[in-house]
């Protein structure tokens, strides 16, 4: 169950409507990290968590949260197109090329499809995807990618910031600006707690024992000349478990096995040169290419 109150988290008045400004304005909304984004992803992550308690109760929190931002960015924009006239949102804007390079891409769907609304879309009109959220199951994967989420939404929303000299948008983006640094912090906390409490180790390491020791803690560098052994992640103890790392540079391949396809169905028609490698008789393959012989044989046999 959710409660709602008719107020706002944080005022959303942008001193004058600017229609430019909010097609740009969607991508904080309904972009790859925008507030539906995060919203979502924290709202999935909360009904499937198996953790009741603190840390489901922390998921929630926030995506409950998210909901009250994606409200205050749904109200803004349809602040920031009022008075738009529909002519140069619509249809003037597509017929006439010279004034839809004045307007800058203004977005004409703002007044065809959302009636001077916002949209659930990104800046150049895209619709919102669910392939963008992440909600694996396992919390400290998924508190990564919260961080990740918030970081790039943040990143956005200060460009954004910086593109409008409005005191009233200003003023909501600095609260914004605000929470995605704290809510950065509470999945950062959050993967320390998943520590502290047992329930996991700085990295993902499910199904450890099944590691290949030899490869866990090398720097596999295949490139003459690379300097990236220089830095931290390529020396000294590593950060999960007592070992040292291991730099390996103008790295070798770890196989002969040169990636030769064995033979395609003939049926599929694929071009394929059945005297290289695998498929040619007496090679990996060669069962395959003589069946499928015998079966166009049997074919052409038939059509007689």
């Not at 499937?48 to 308690?53: F, I």
């Not at 909901?67 to 738009?84: C, F, K, P, W, Y």
């Not at 914004?176 to 640094?181: E, G, P, Q, W």
């Not at 071009?271 to 060669?286: E, H, L, M, N, R």
Request: contains cysteine; glycine residues 12%; charged residues 20%.
């Amino acid at each position: 169950m959710f409660r709602h109150v008719k107020e706002l988290q944080f005022e959303a008045k942008p001193e004058k409507p600017d229609a430019l400004y909010a097609a740009k304005f969607q991508e904080i909304l309904g972009g790859q990290y925008g507030e539906m984004t995060v919203m979502m992803q924290y709202l999935w992550q909360g009904f499937s968590c198996r953790m009741p308690g603190k840390y489901k109760d922390m998921i929630m929190d926030i995506g409950t949260e998210e909901i009250a931002h994606v409200e205050m960015l749904t109200t803004m924009l349809a602040r920031l197109l009022e008075g738009a006239p529909a002519e140069t949102t619509a249809s003037a804007a597509a017929a006439n090329p010279v004034l839809a390079a004045v307007l800058g891409g203004q977005n004409p769907q703002h007044a065809i499809v959302a009636g001077g609304g916002a949209m659930p879309t990104n800046s150049m009109g895209v619709p919102w995807n669910a392939s963008y959220i992440v909600a694996s199951g396992n919390l400290l994967a998924d508190f990564r990618a919260n961080v990740t989420a918030e970081a790039q939404g943040r990143l956005q929303t200060s460009r954004l910031y910086g593109m409008t000299d409005d005191p009233g948008v200003k003023a909501m983006l600095k609260f914004n600006l605000a929470r995605d640094t704290w809510h950065q912090q509470q999945w950062l906390l959050g993967i320390e707690q998943l520590v502290a409490d047992g329930y996991s180790d700085v990295v993902e390491t499910s199904n450890a024992e099944e590691e290949d020791q030899r490869w866990n803690k090398a720097f596999y560098s295949p490139n003459p000349g690379s300097t990236a052994g220089e830095g931290r992640w390529a020396q000294g103890p590593t950060l999960v478990g007592d070992g040292q790392i291991e730099f390996v540079p103008d790295a070798p391949p770890l196989t002969d096995d040169t990636g030769v396809l064995p033979a395609p169905d003939p049926l599929l028609h694929a071009t394929y040169d059945g005297s290289q490698g695998p498929g040619a008789p007496g090679t990996p393959g060669g069962g395959l290419k003589k069946a499928g012989q015998g079966l166009v044989d049997k074919v052409k046999d038939a059509l007689g």
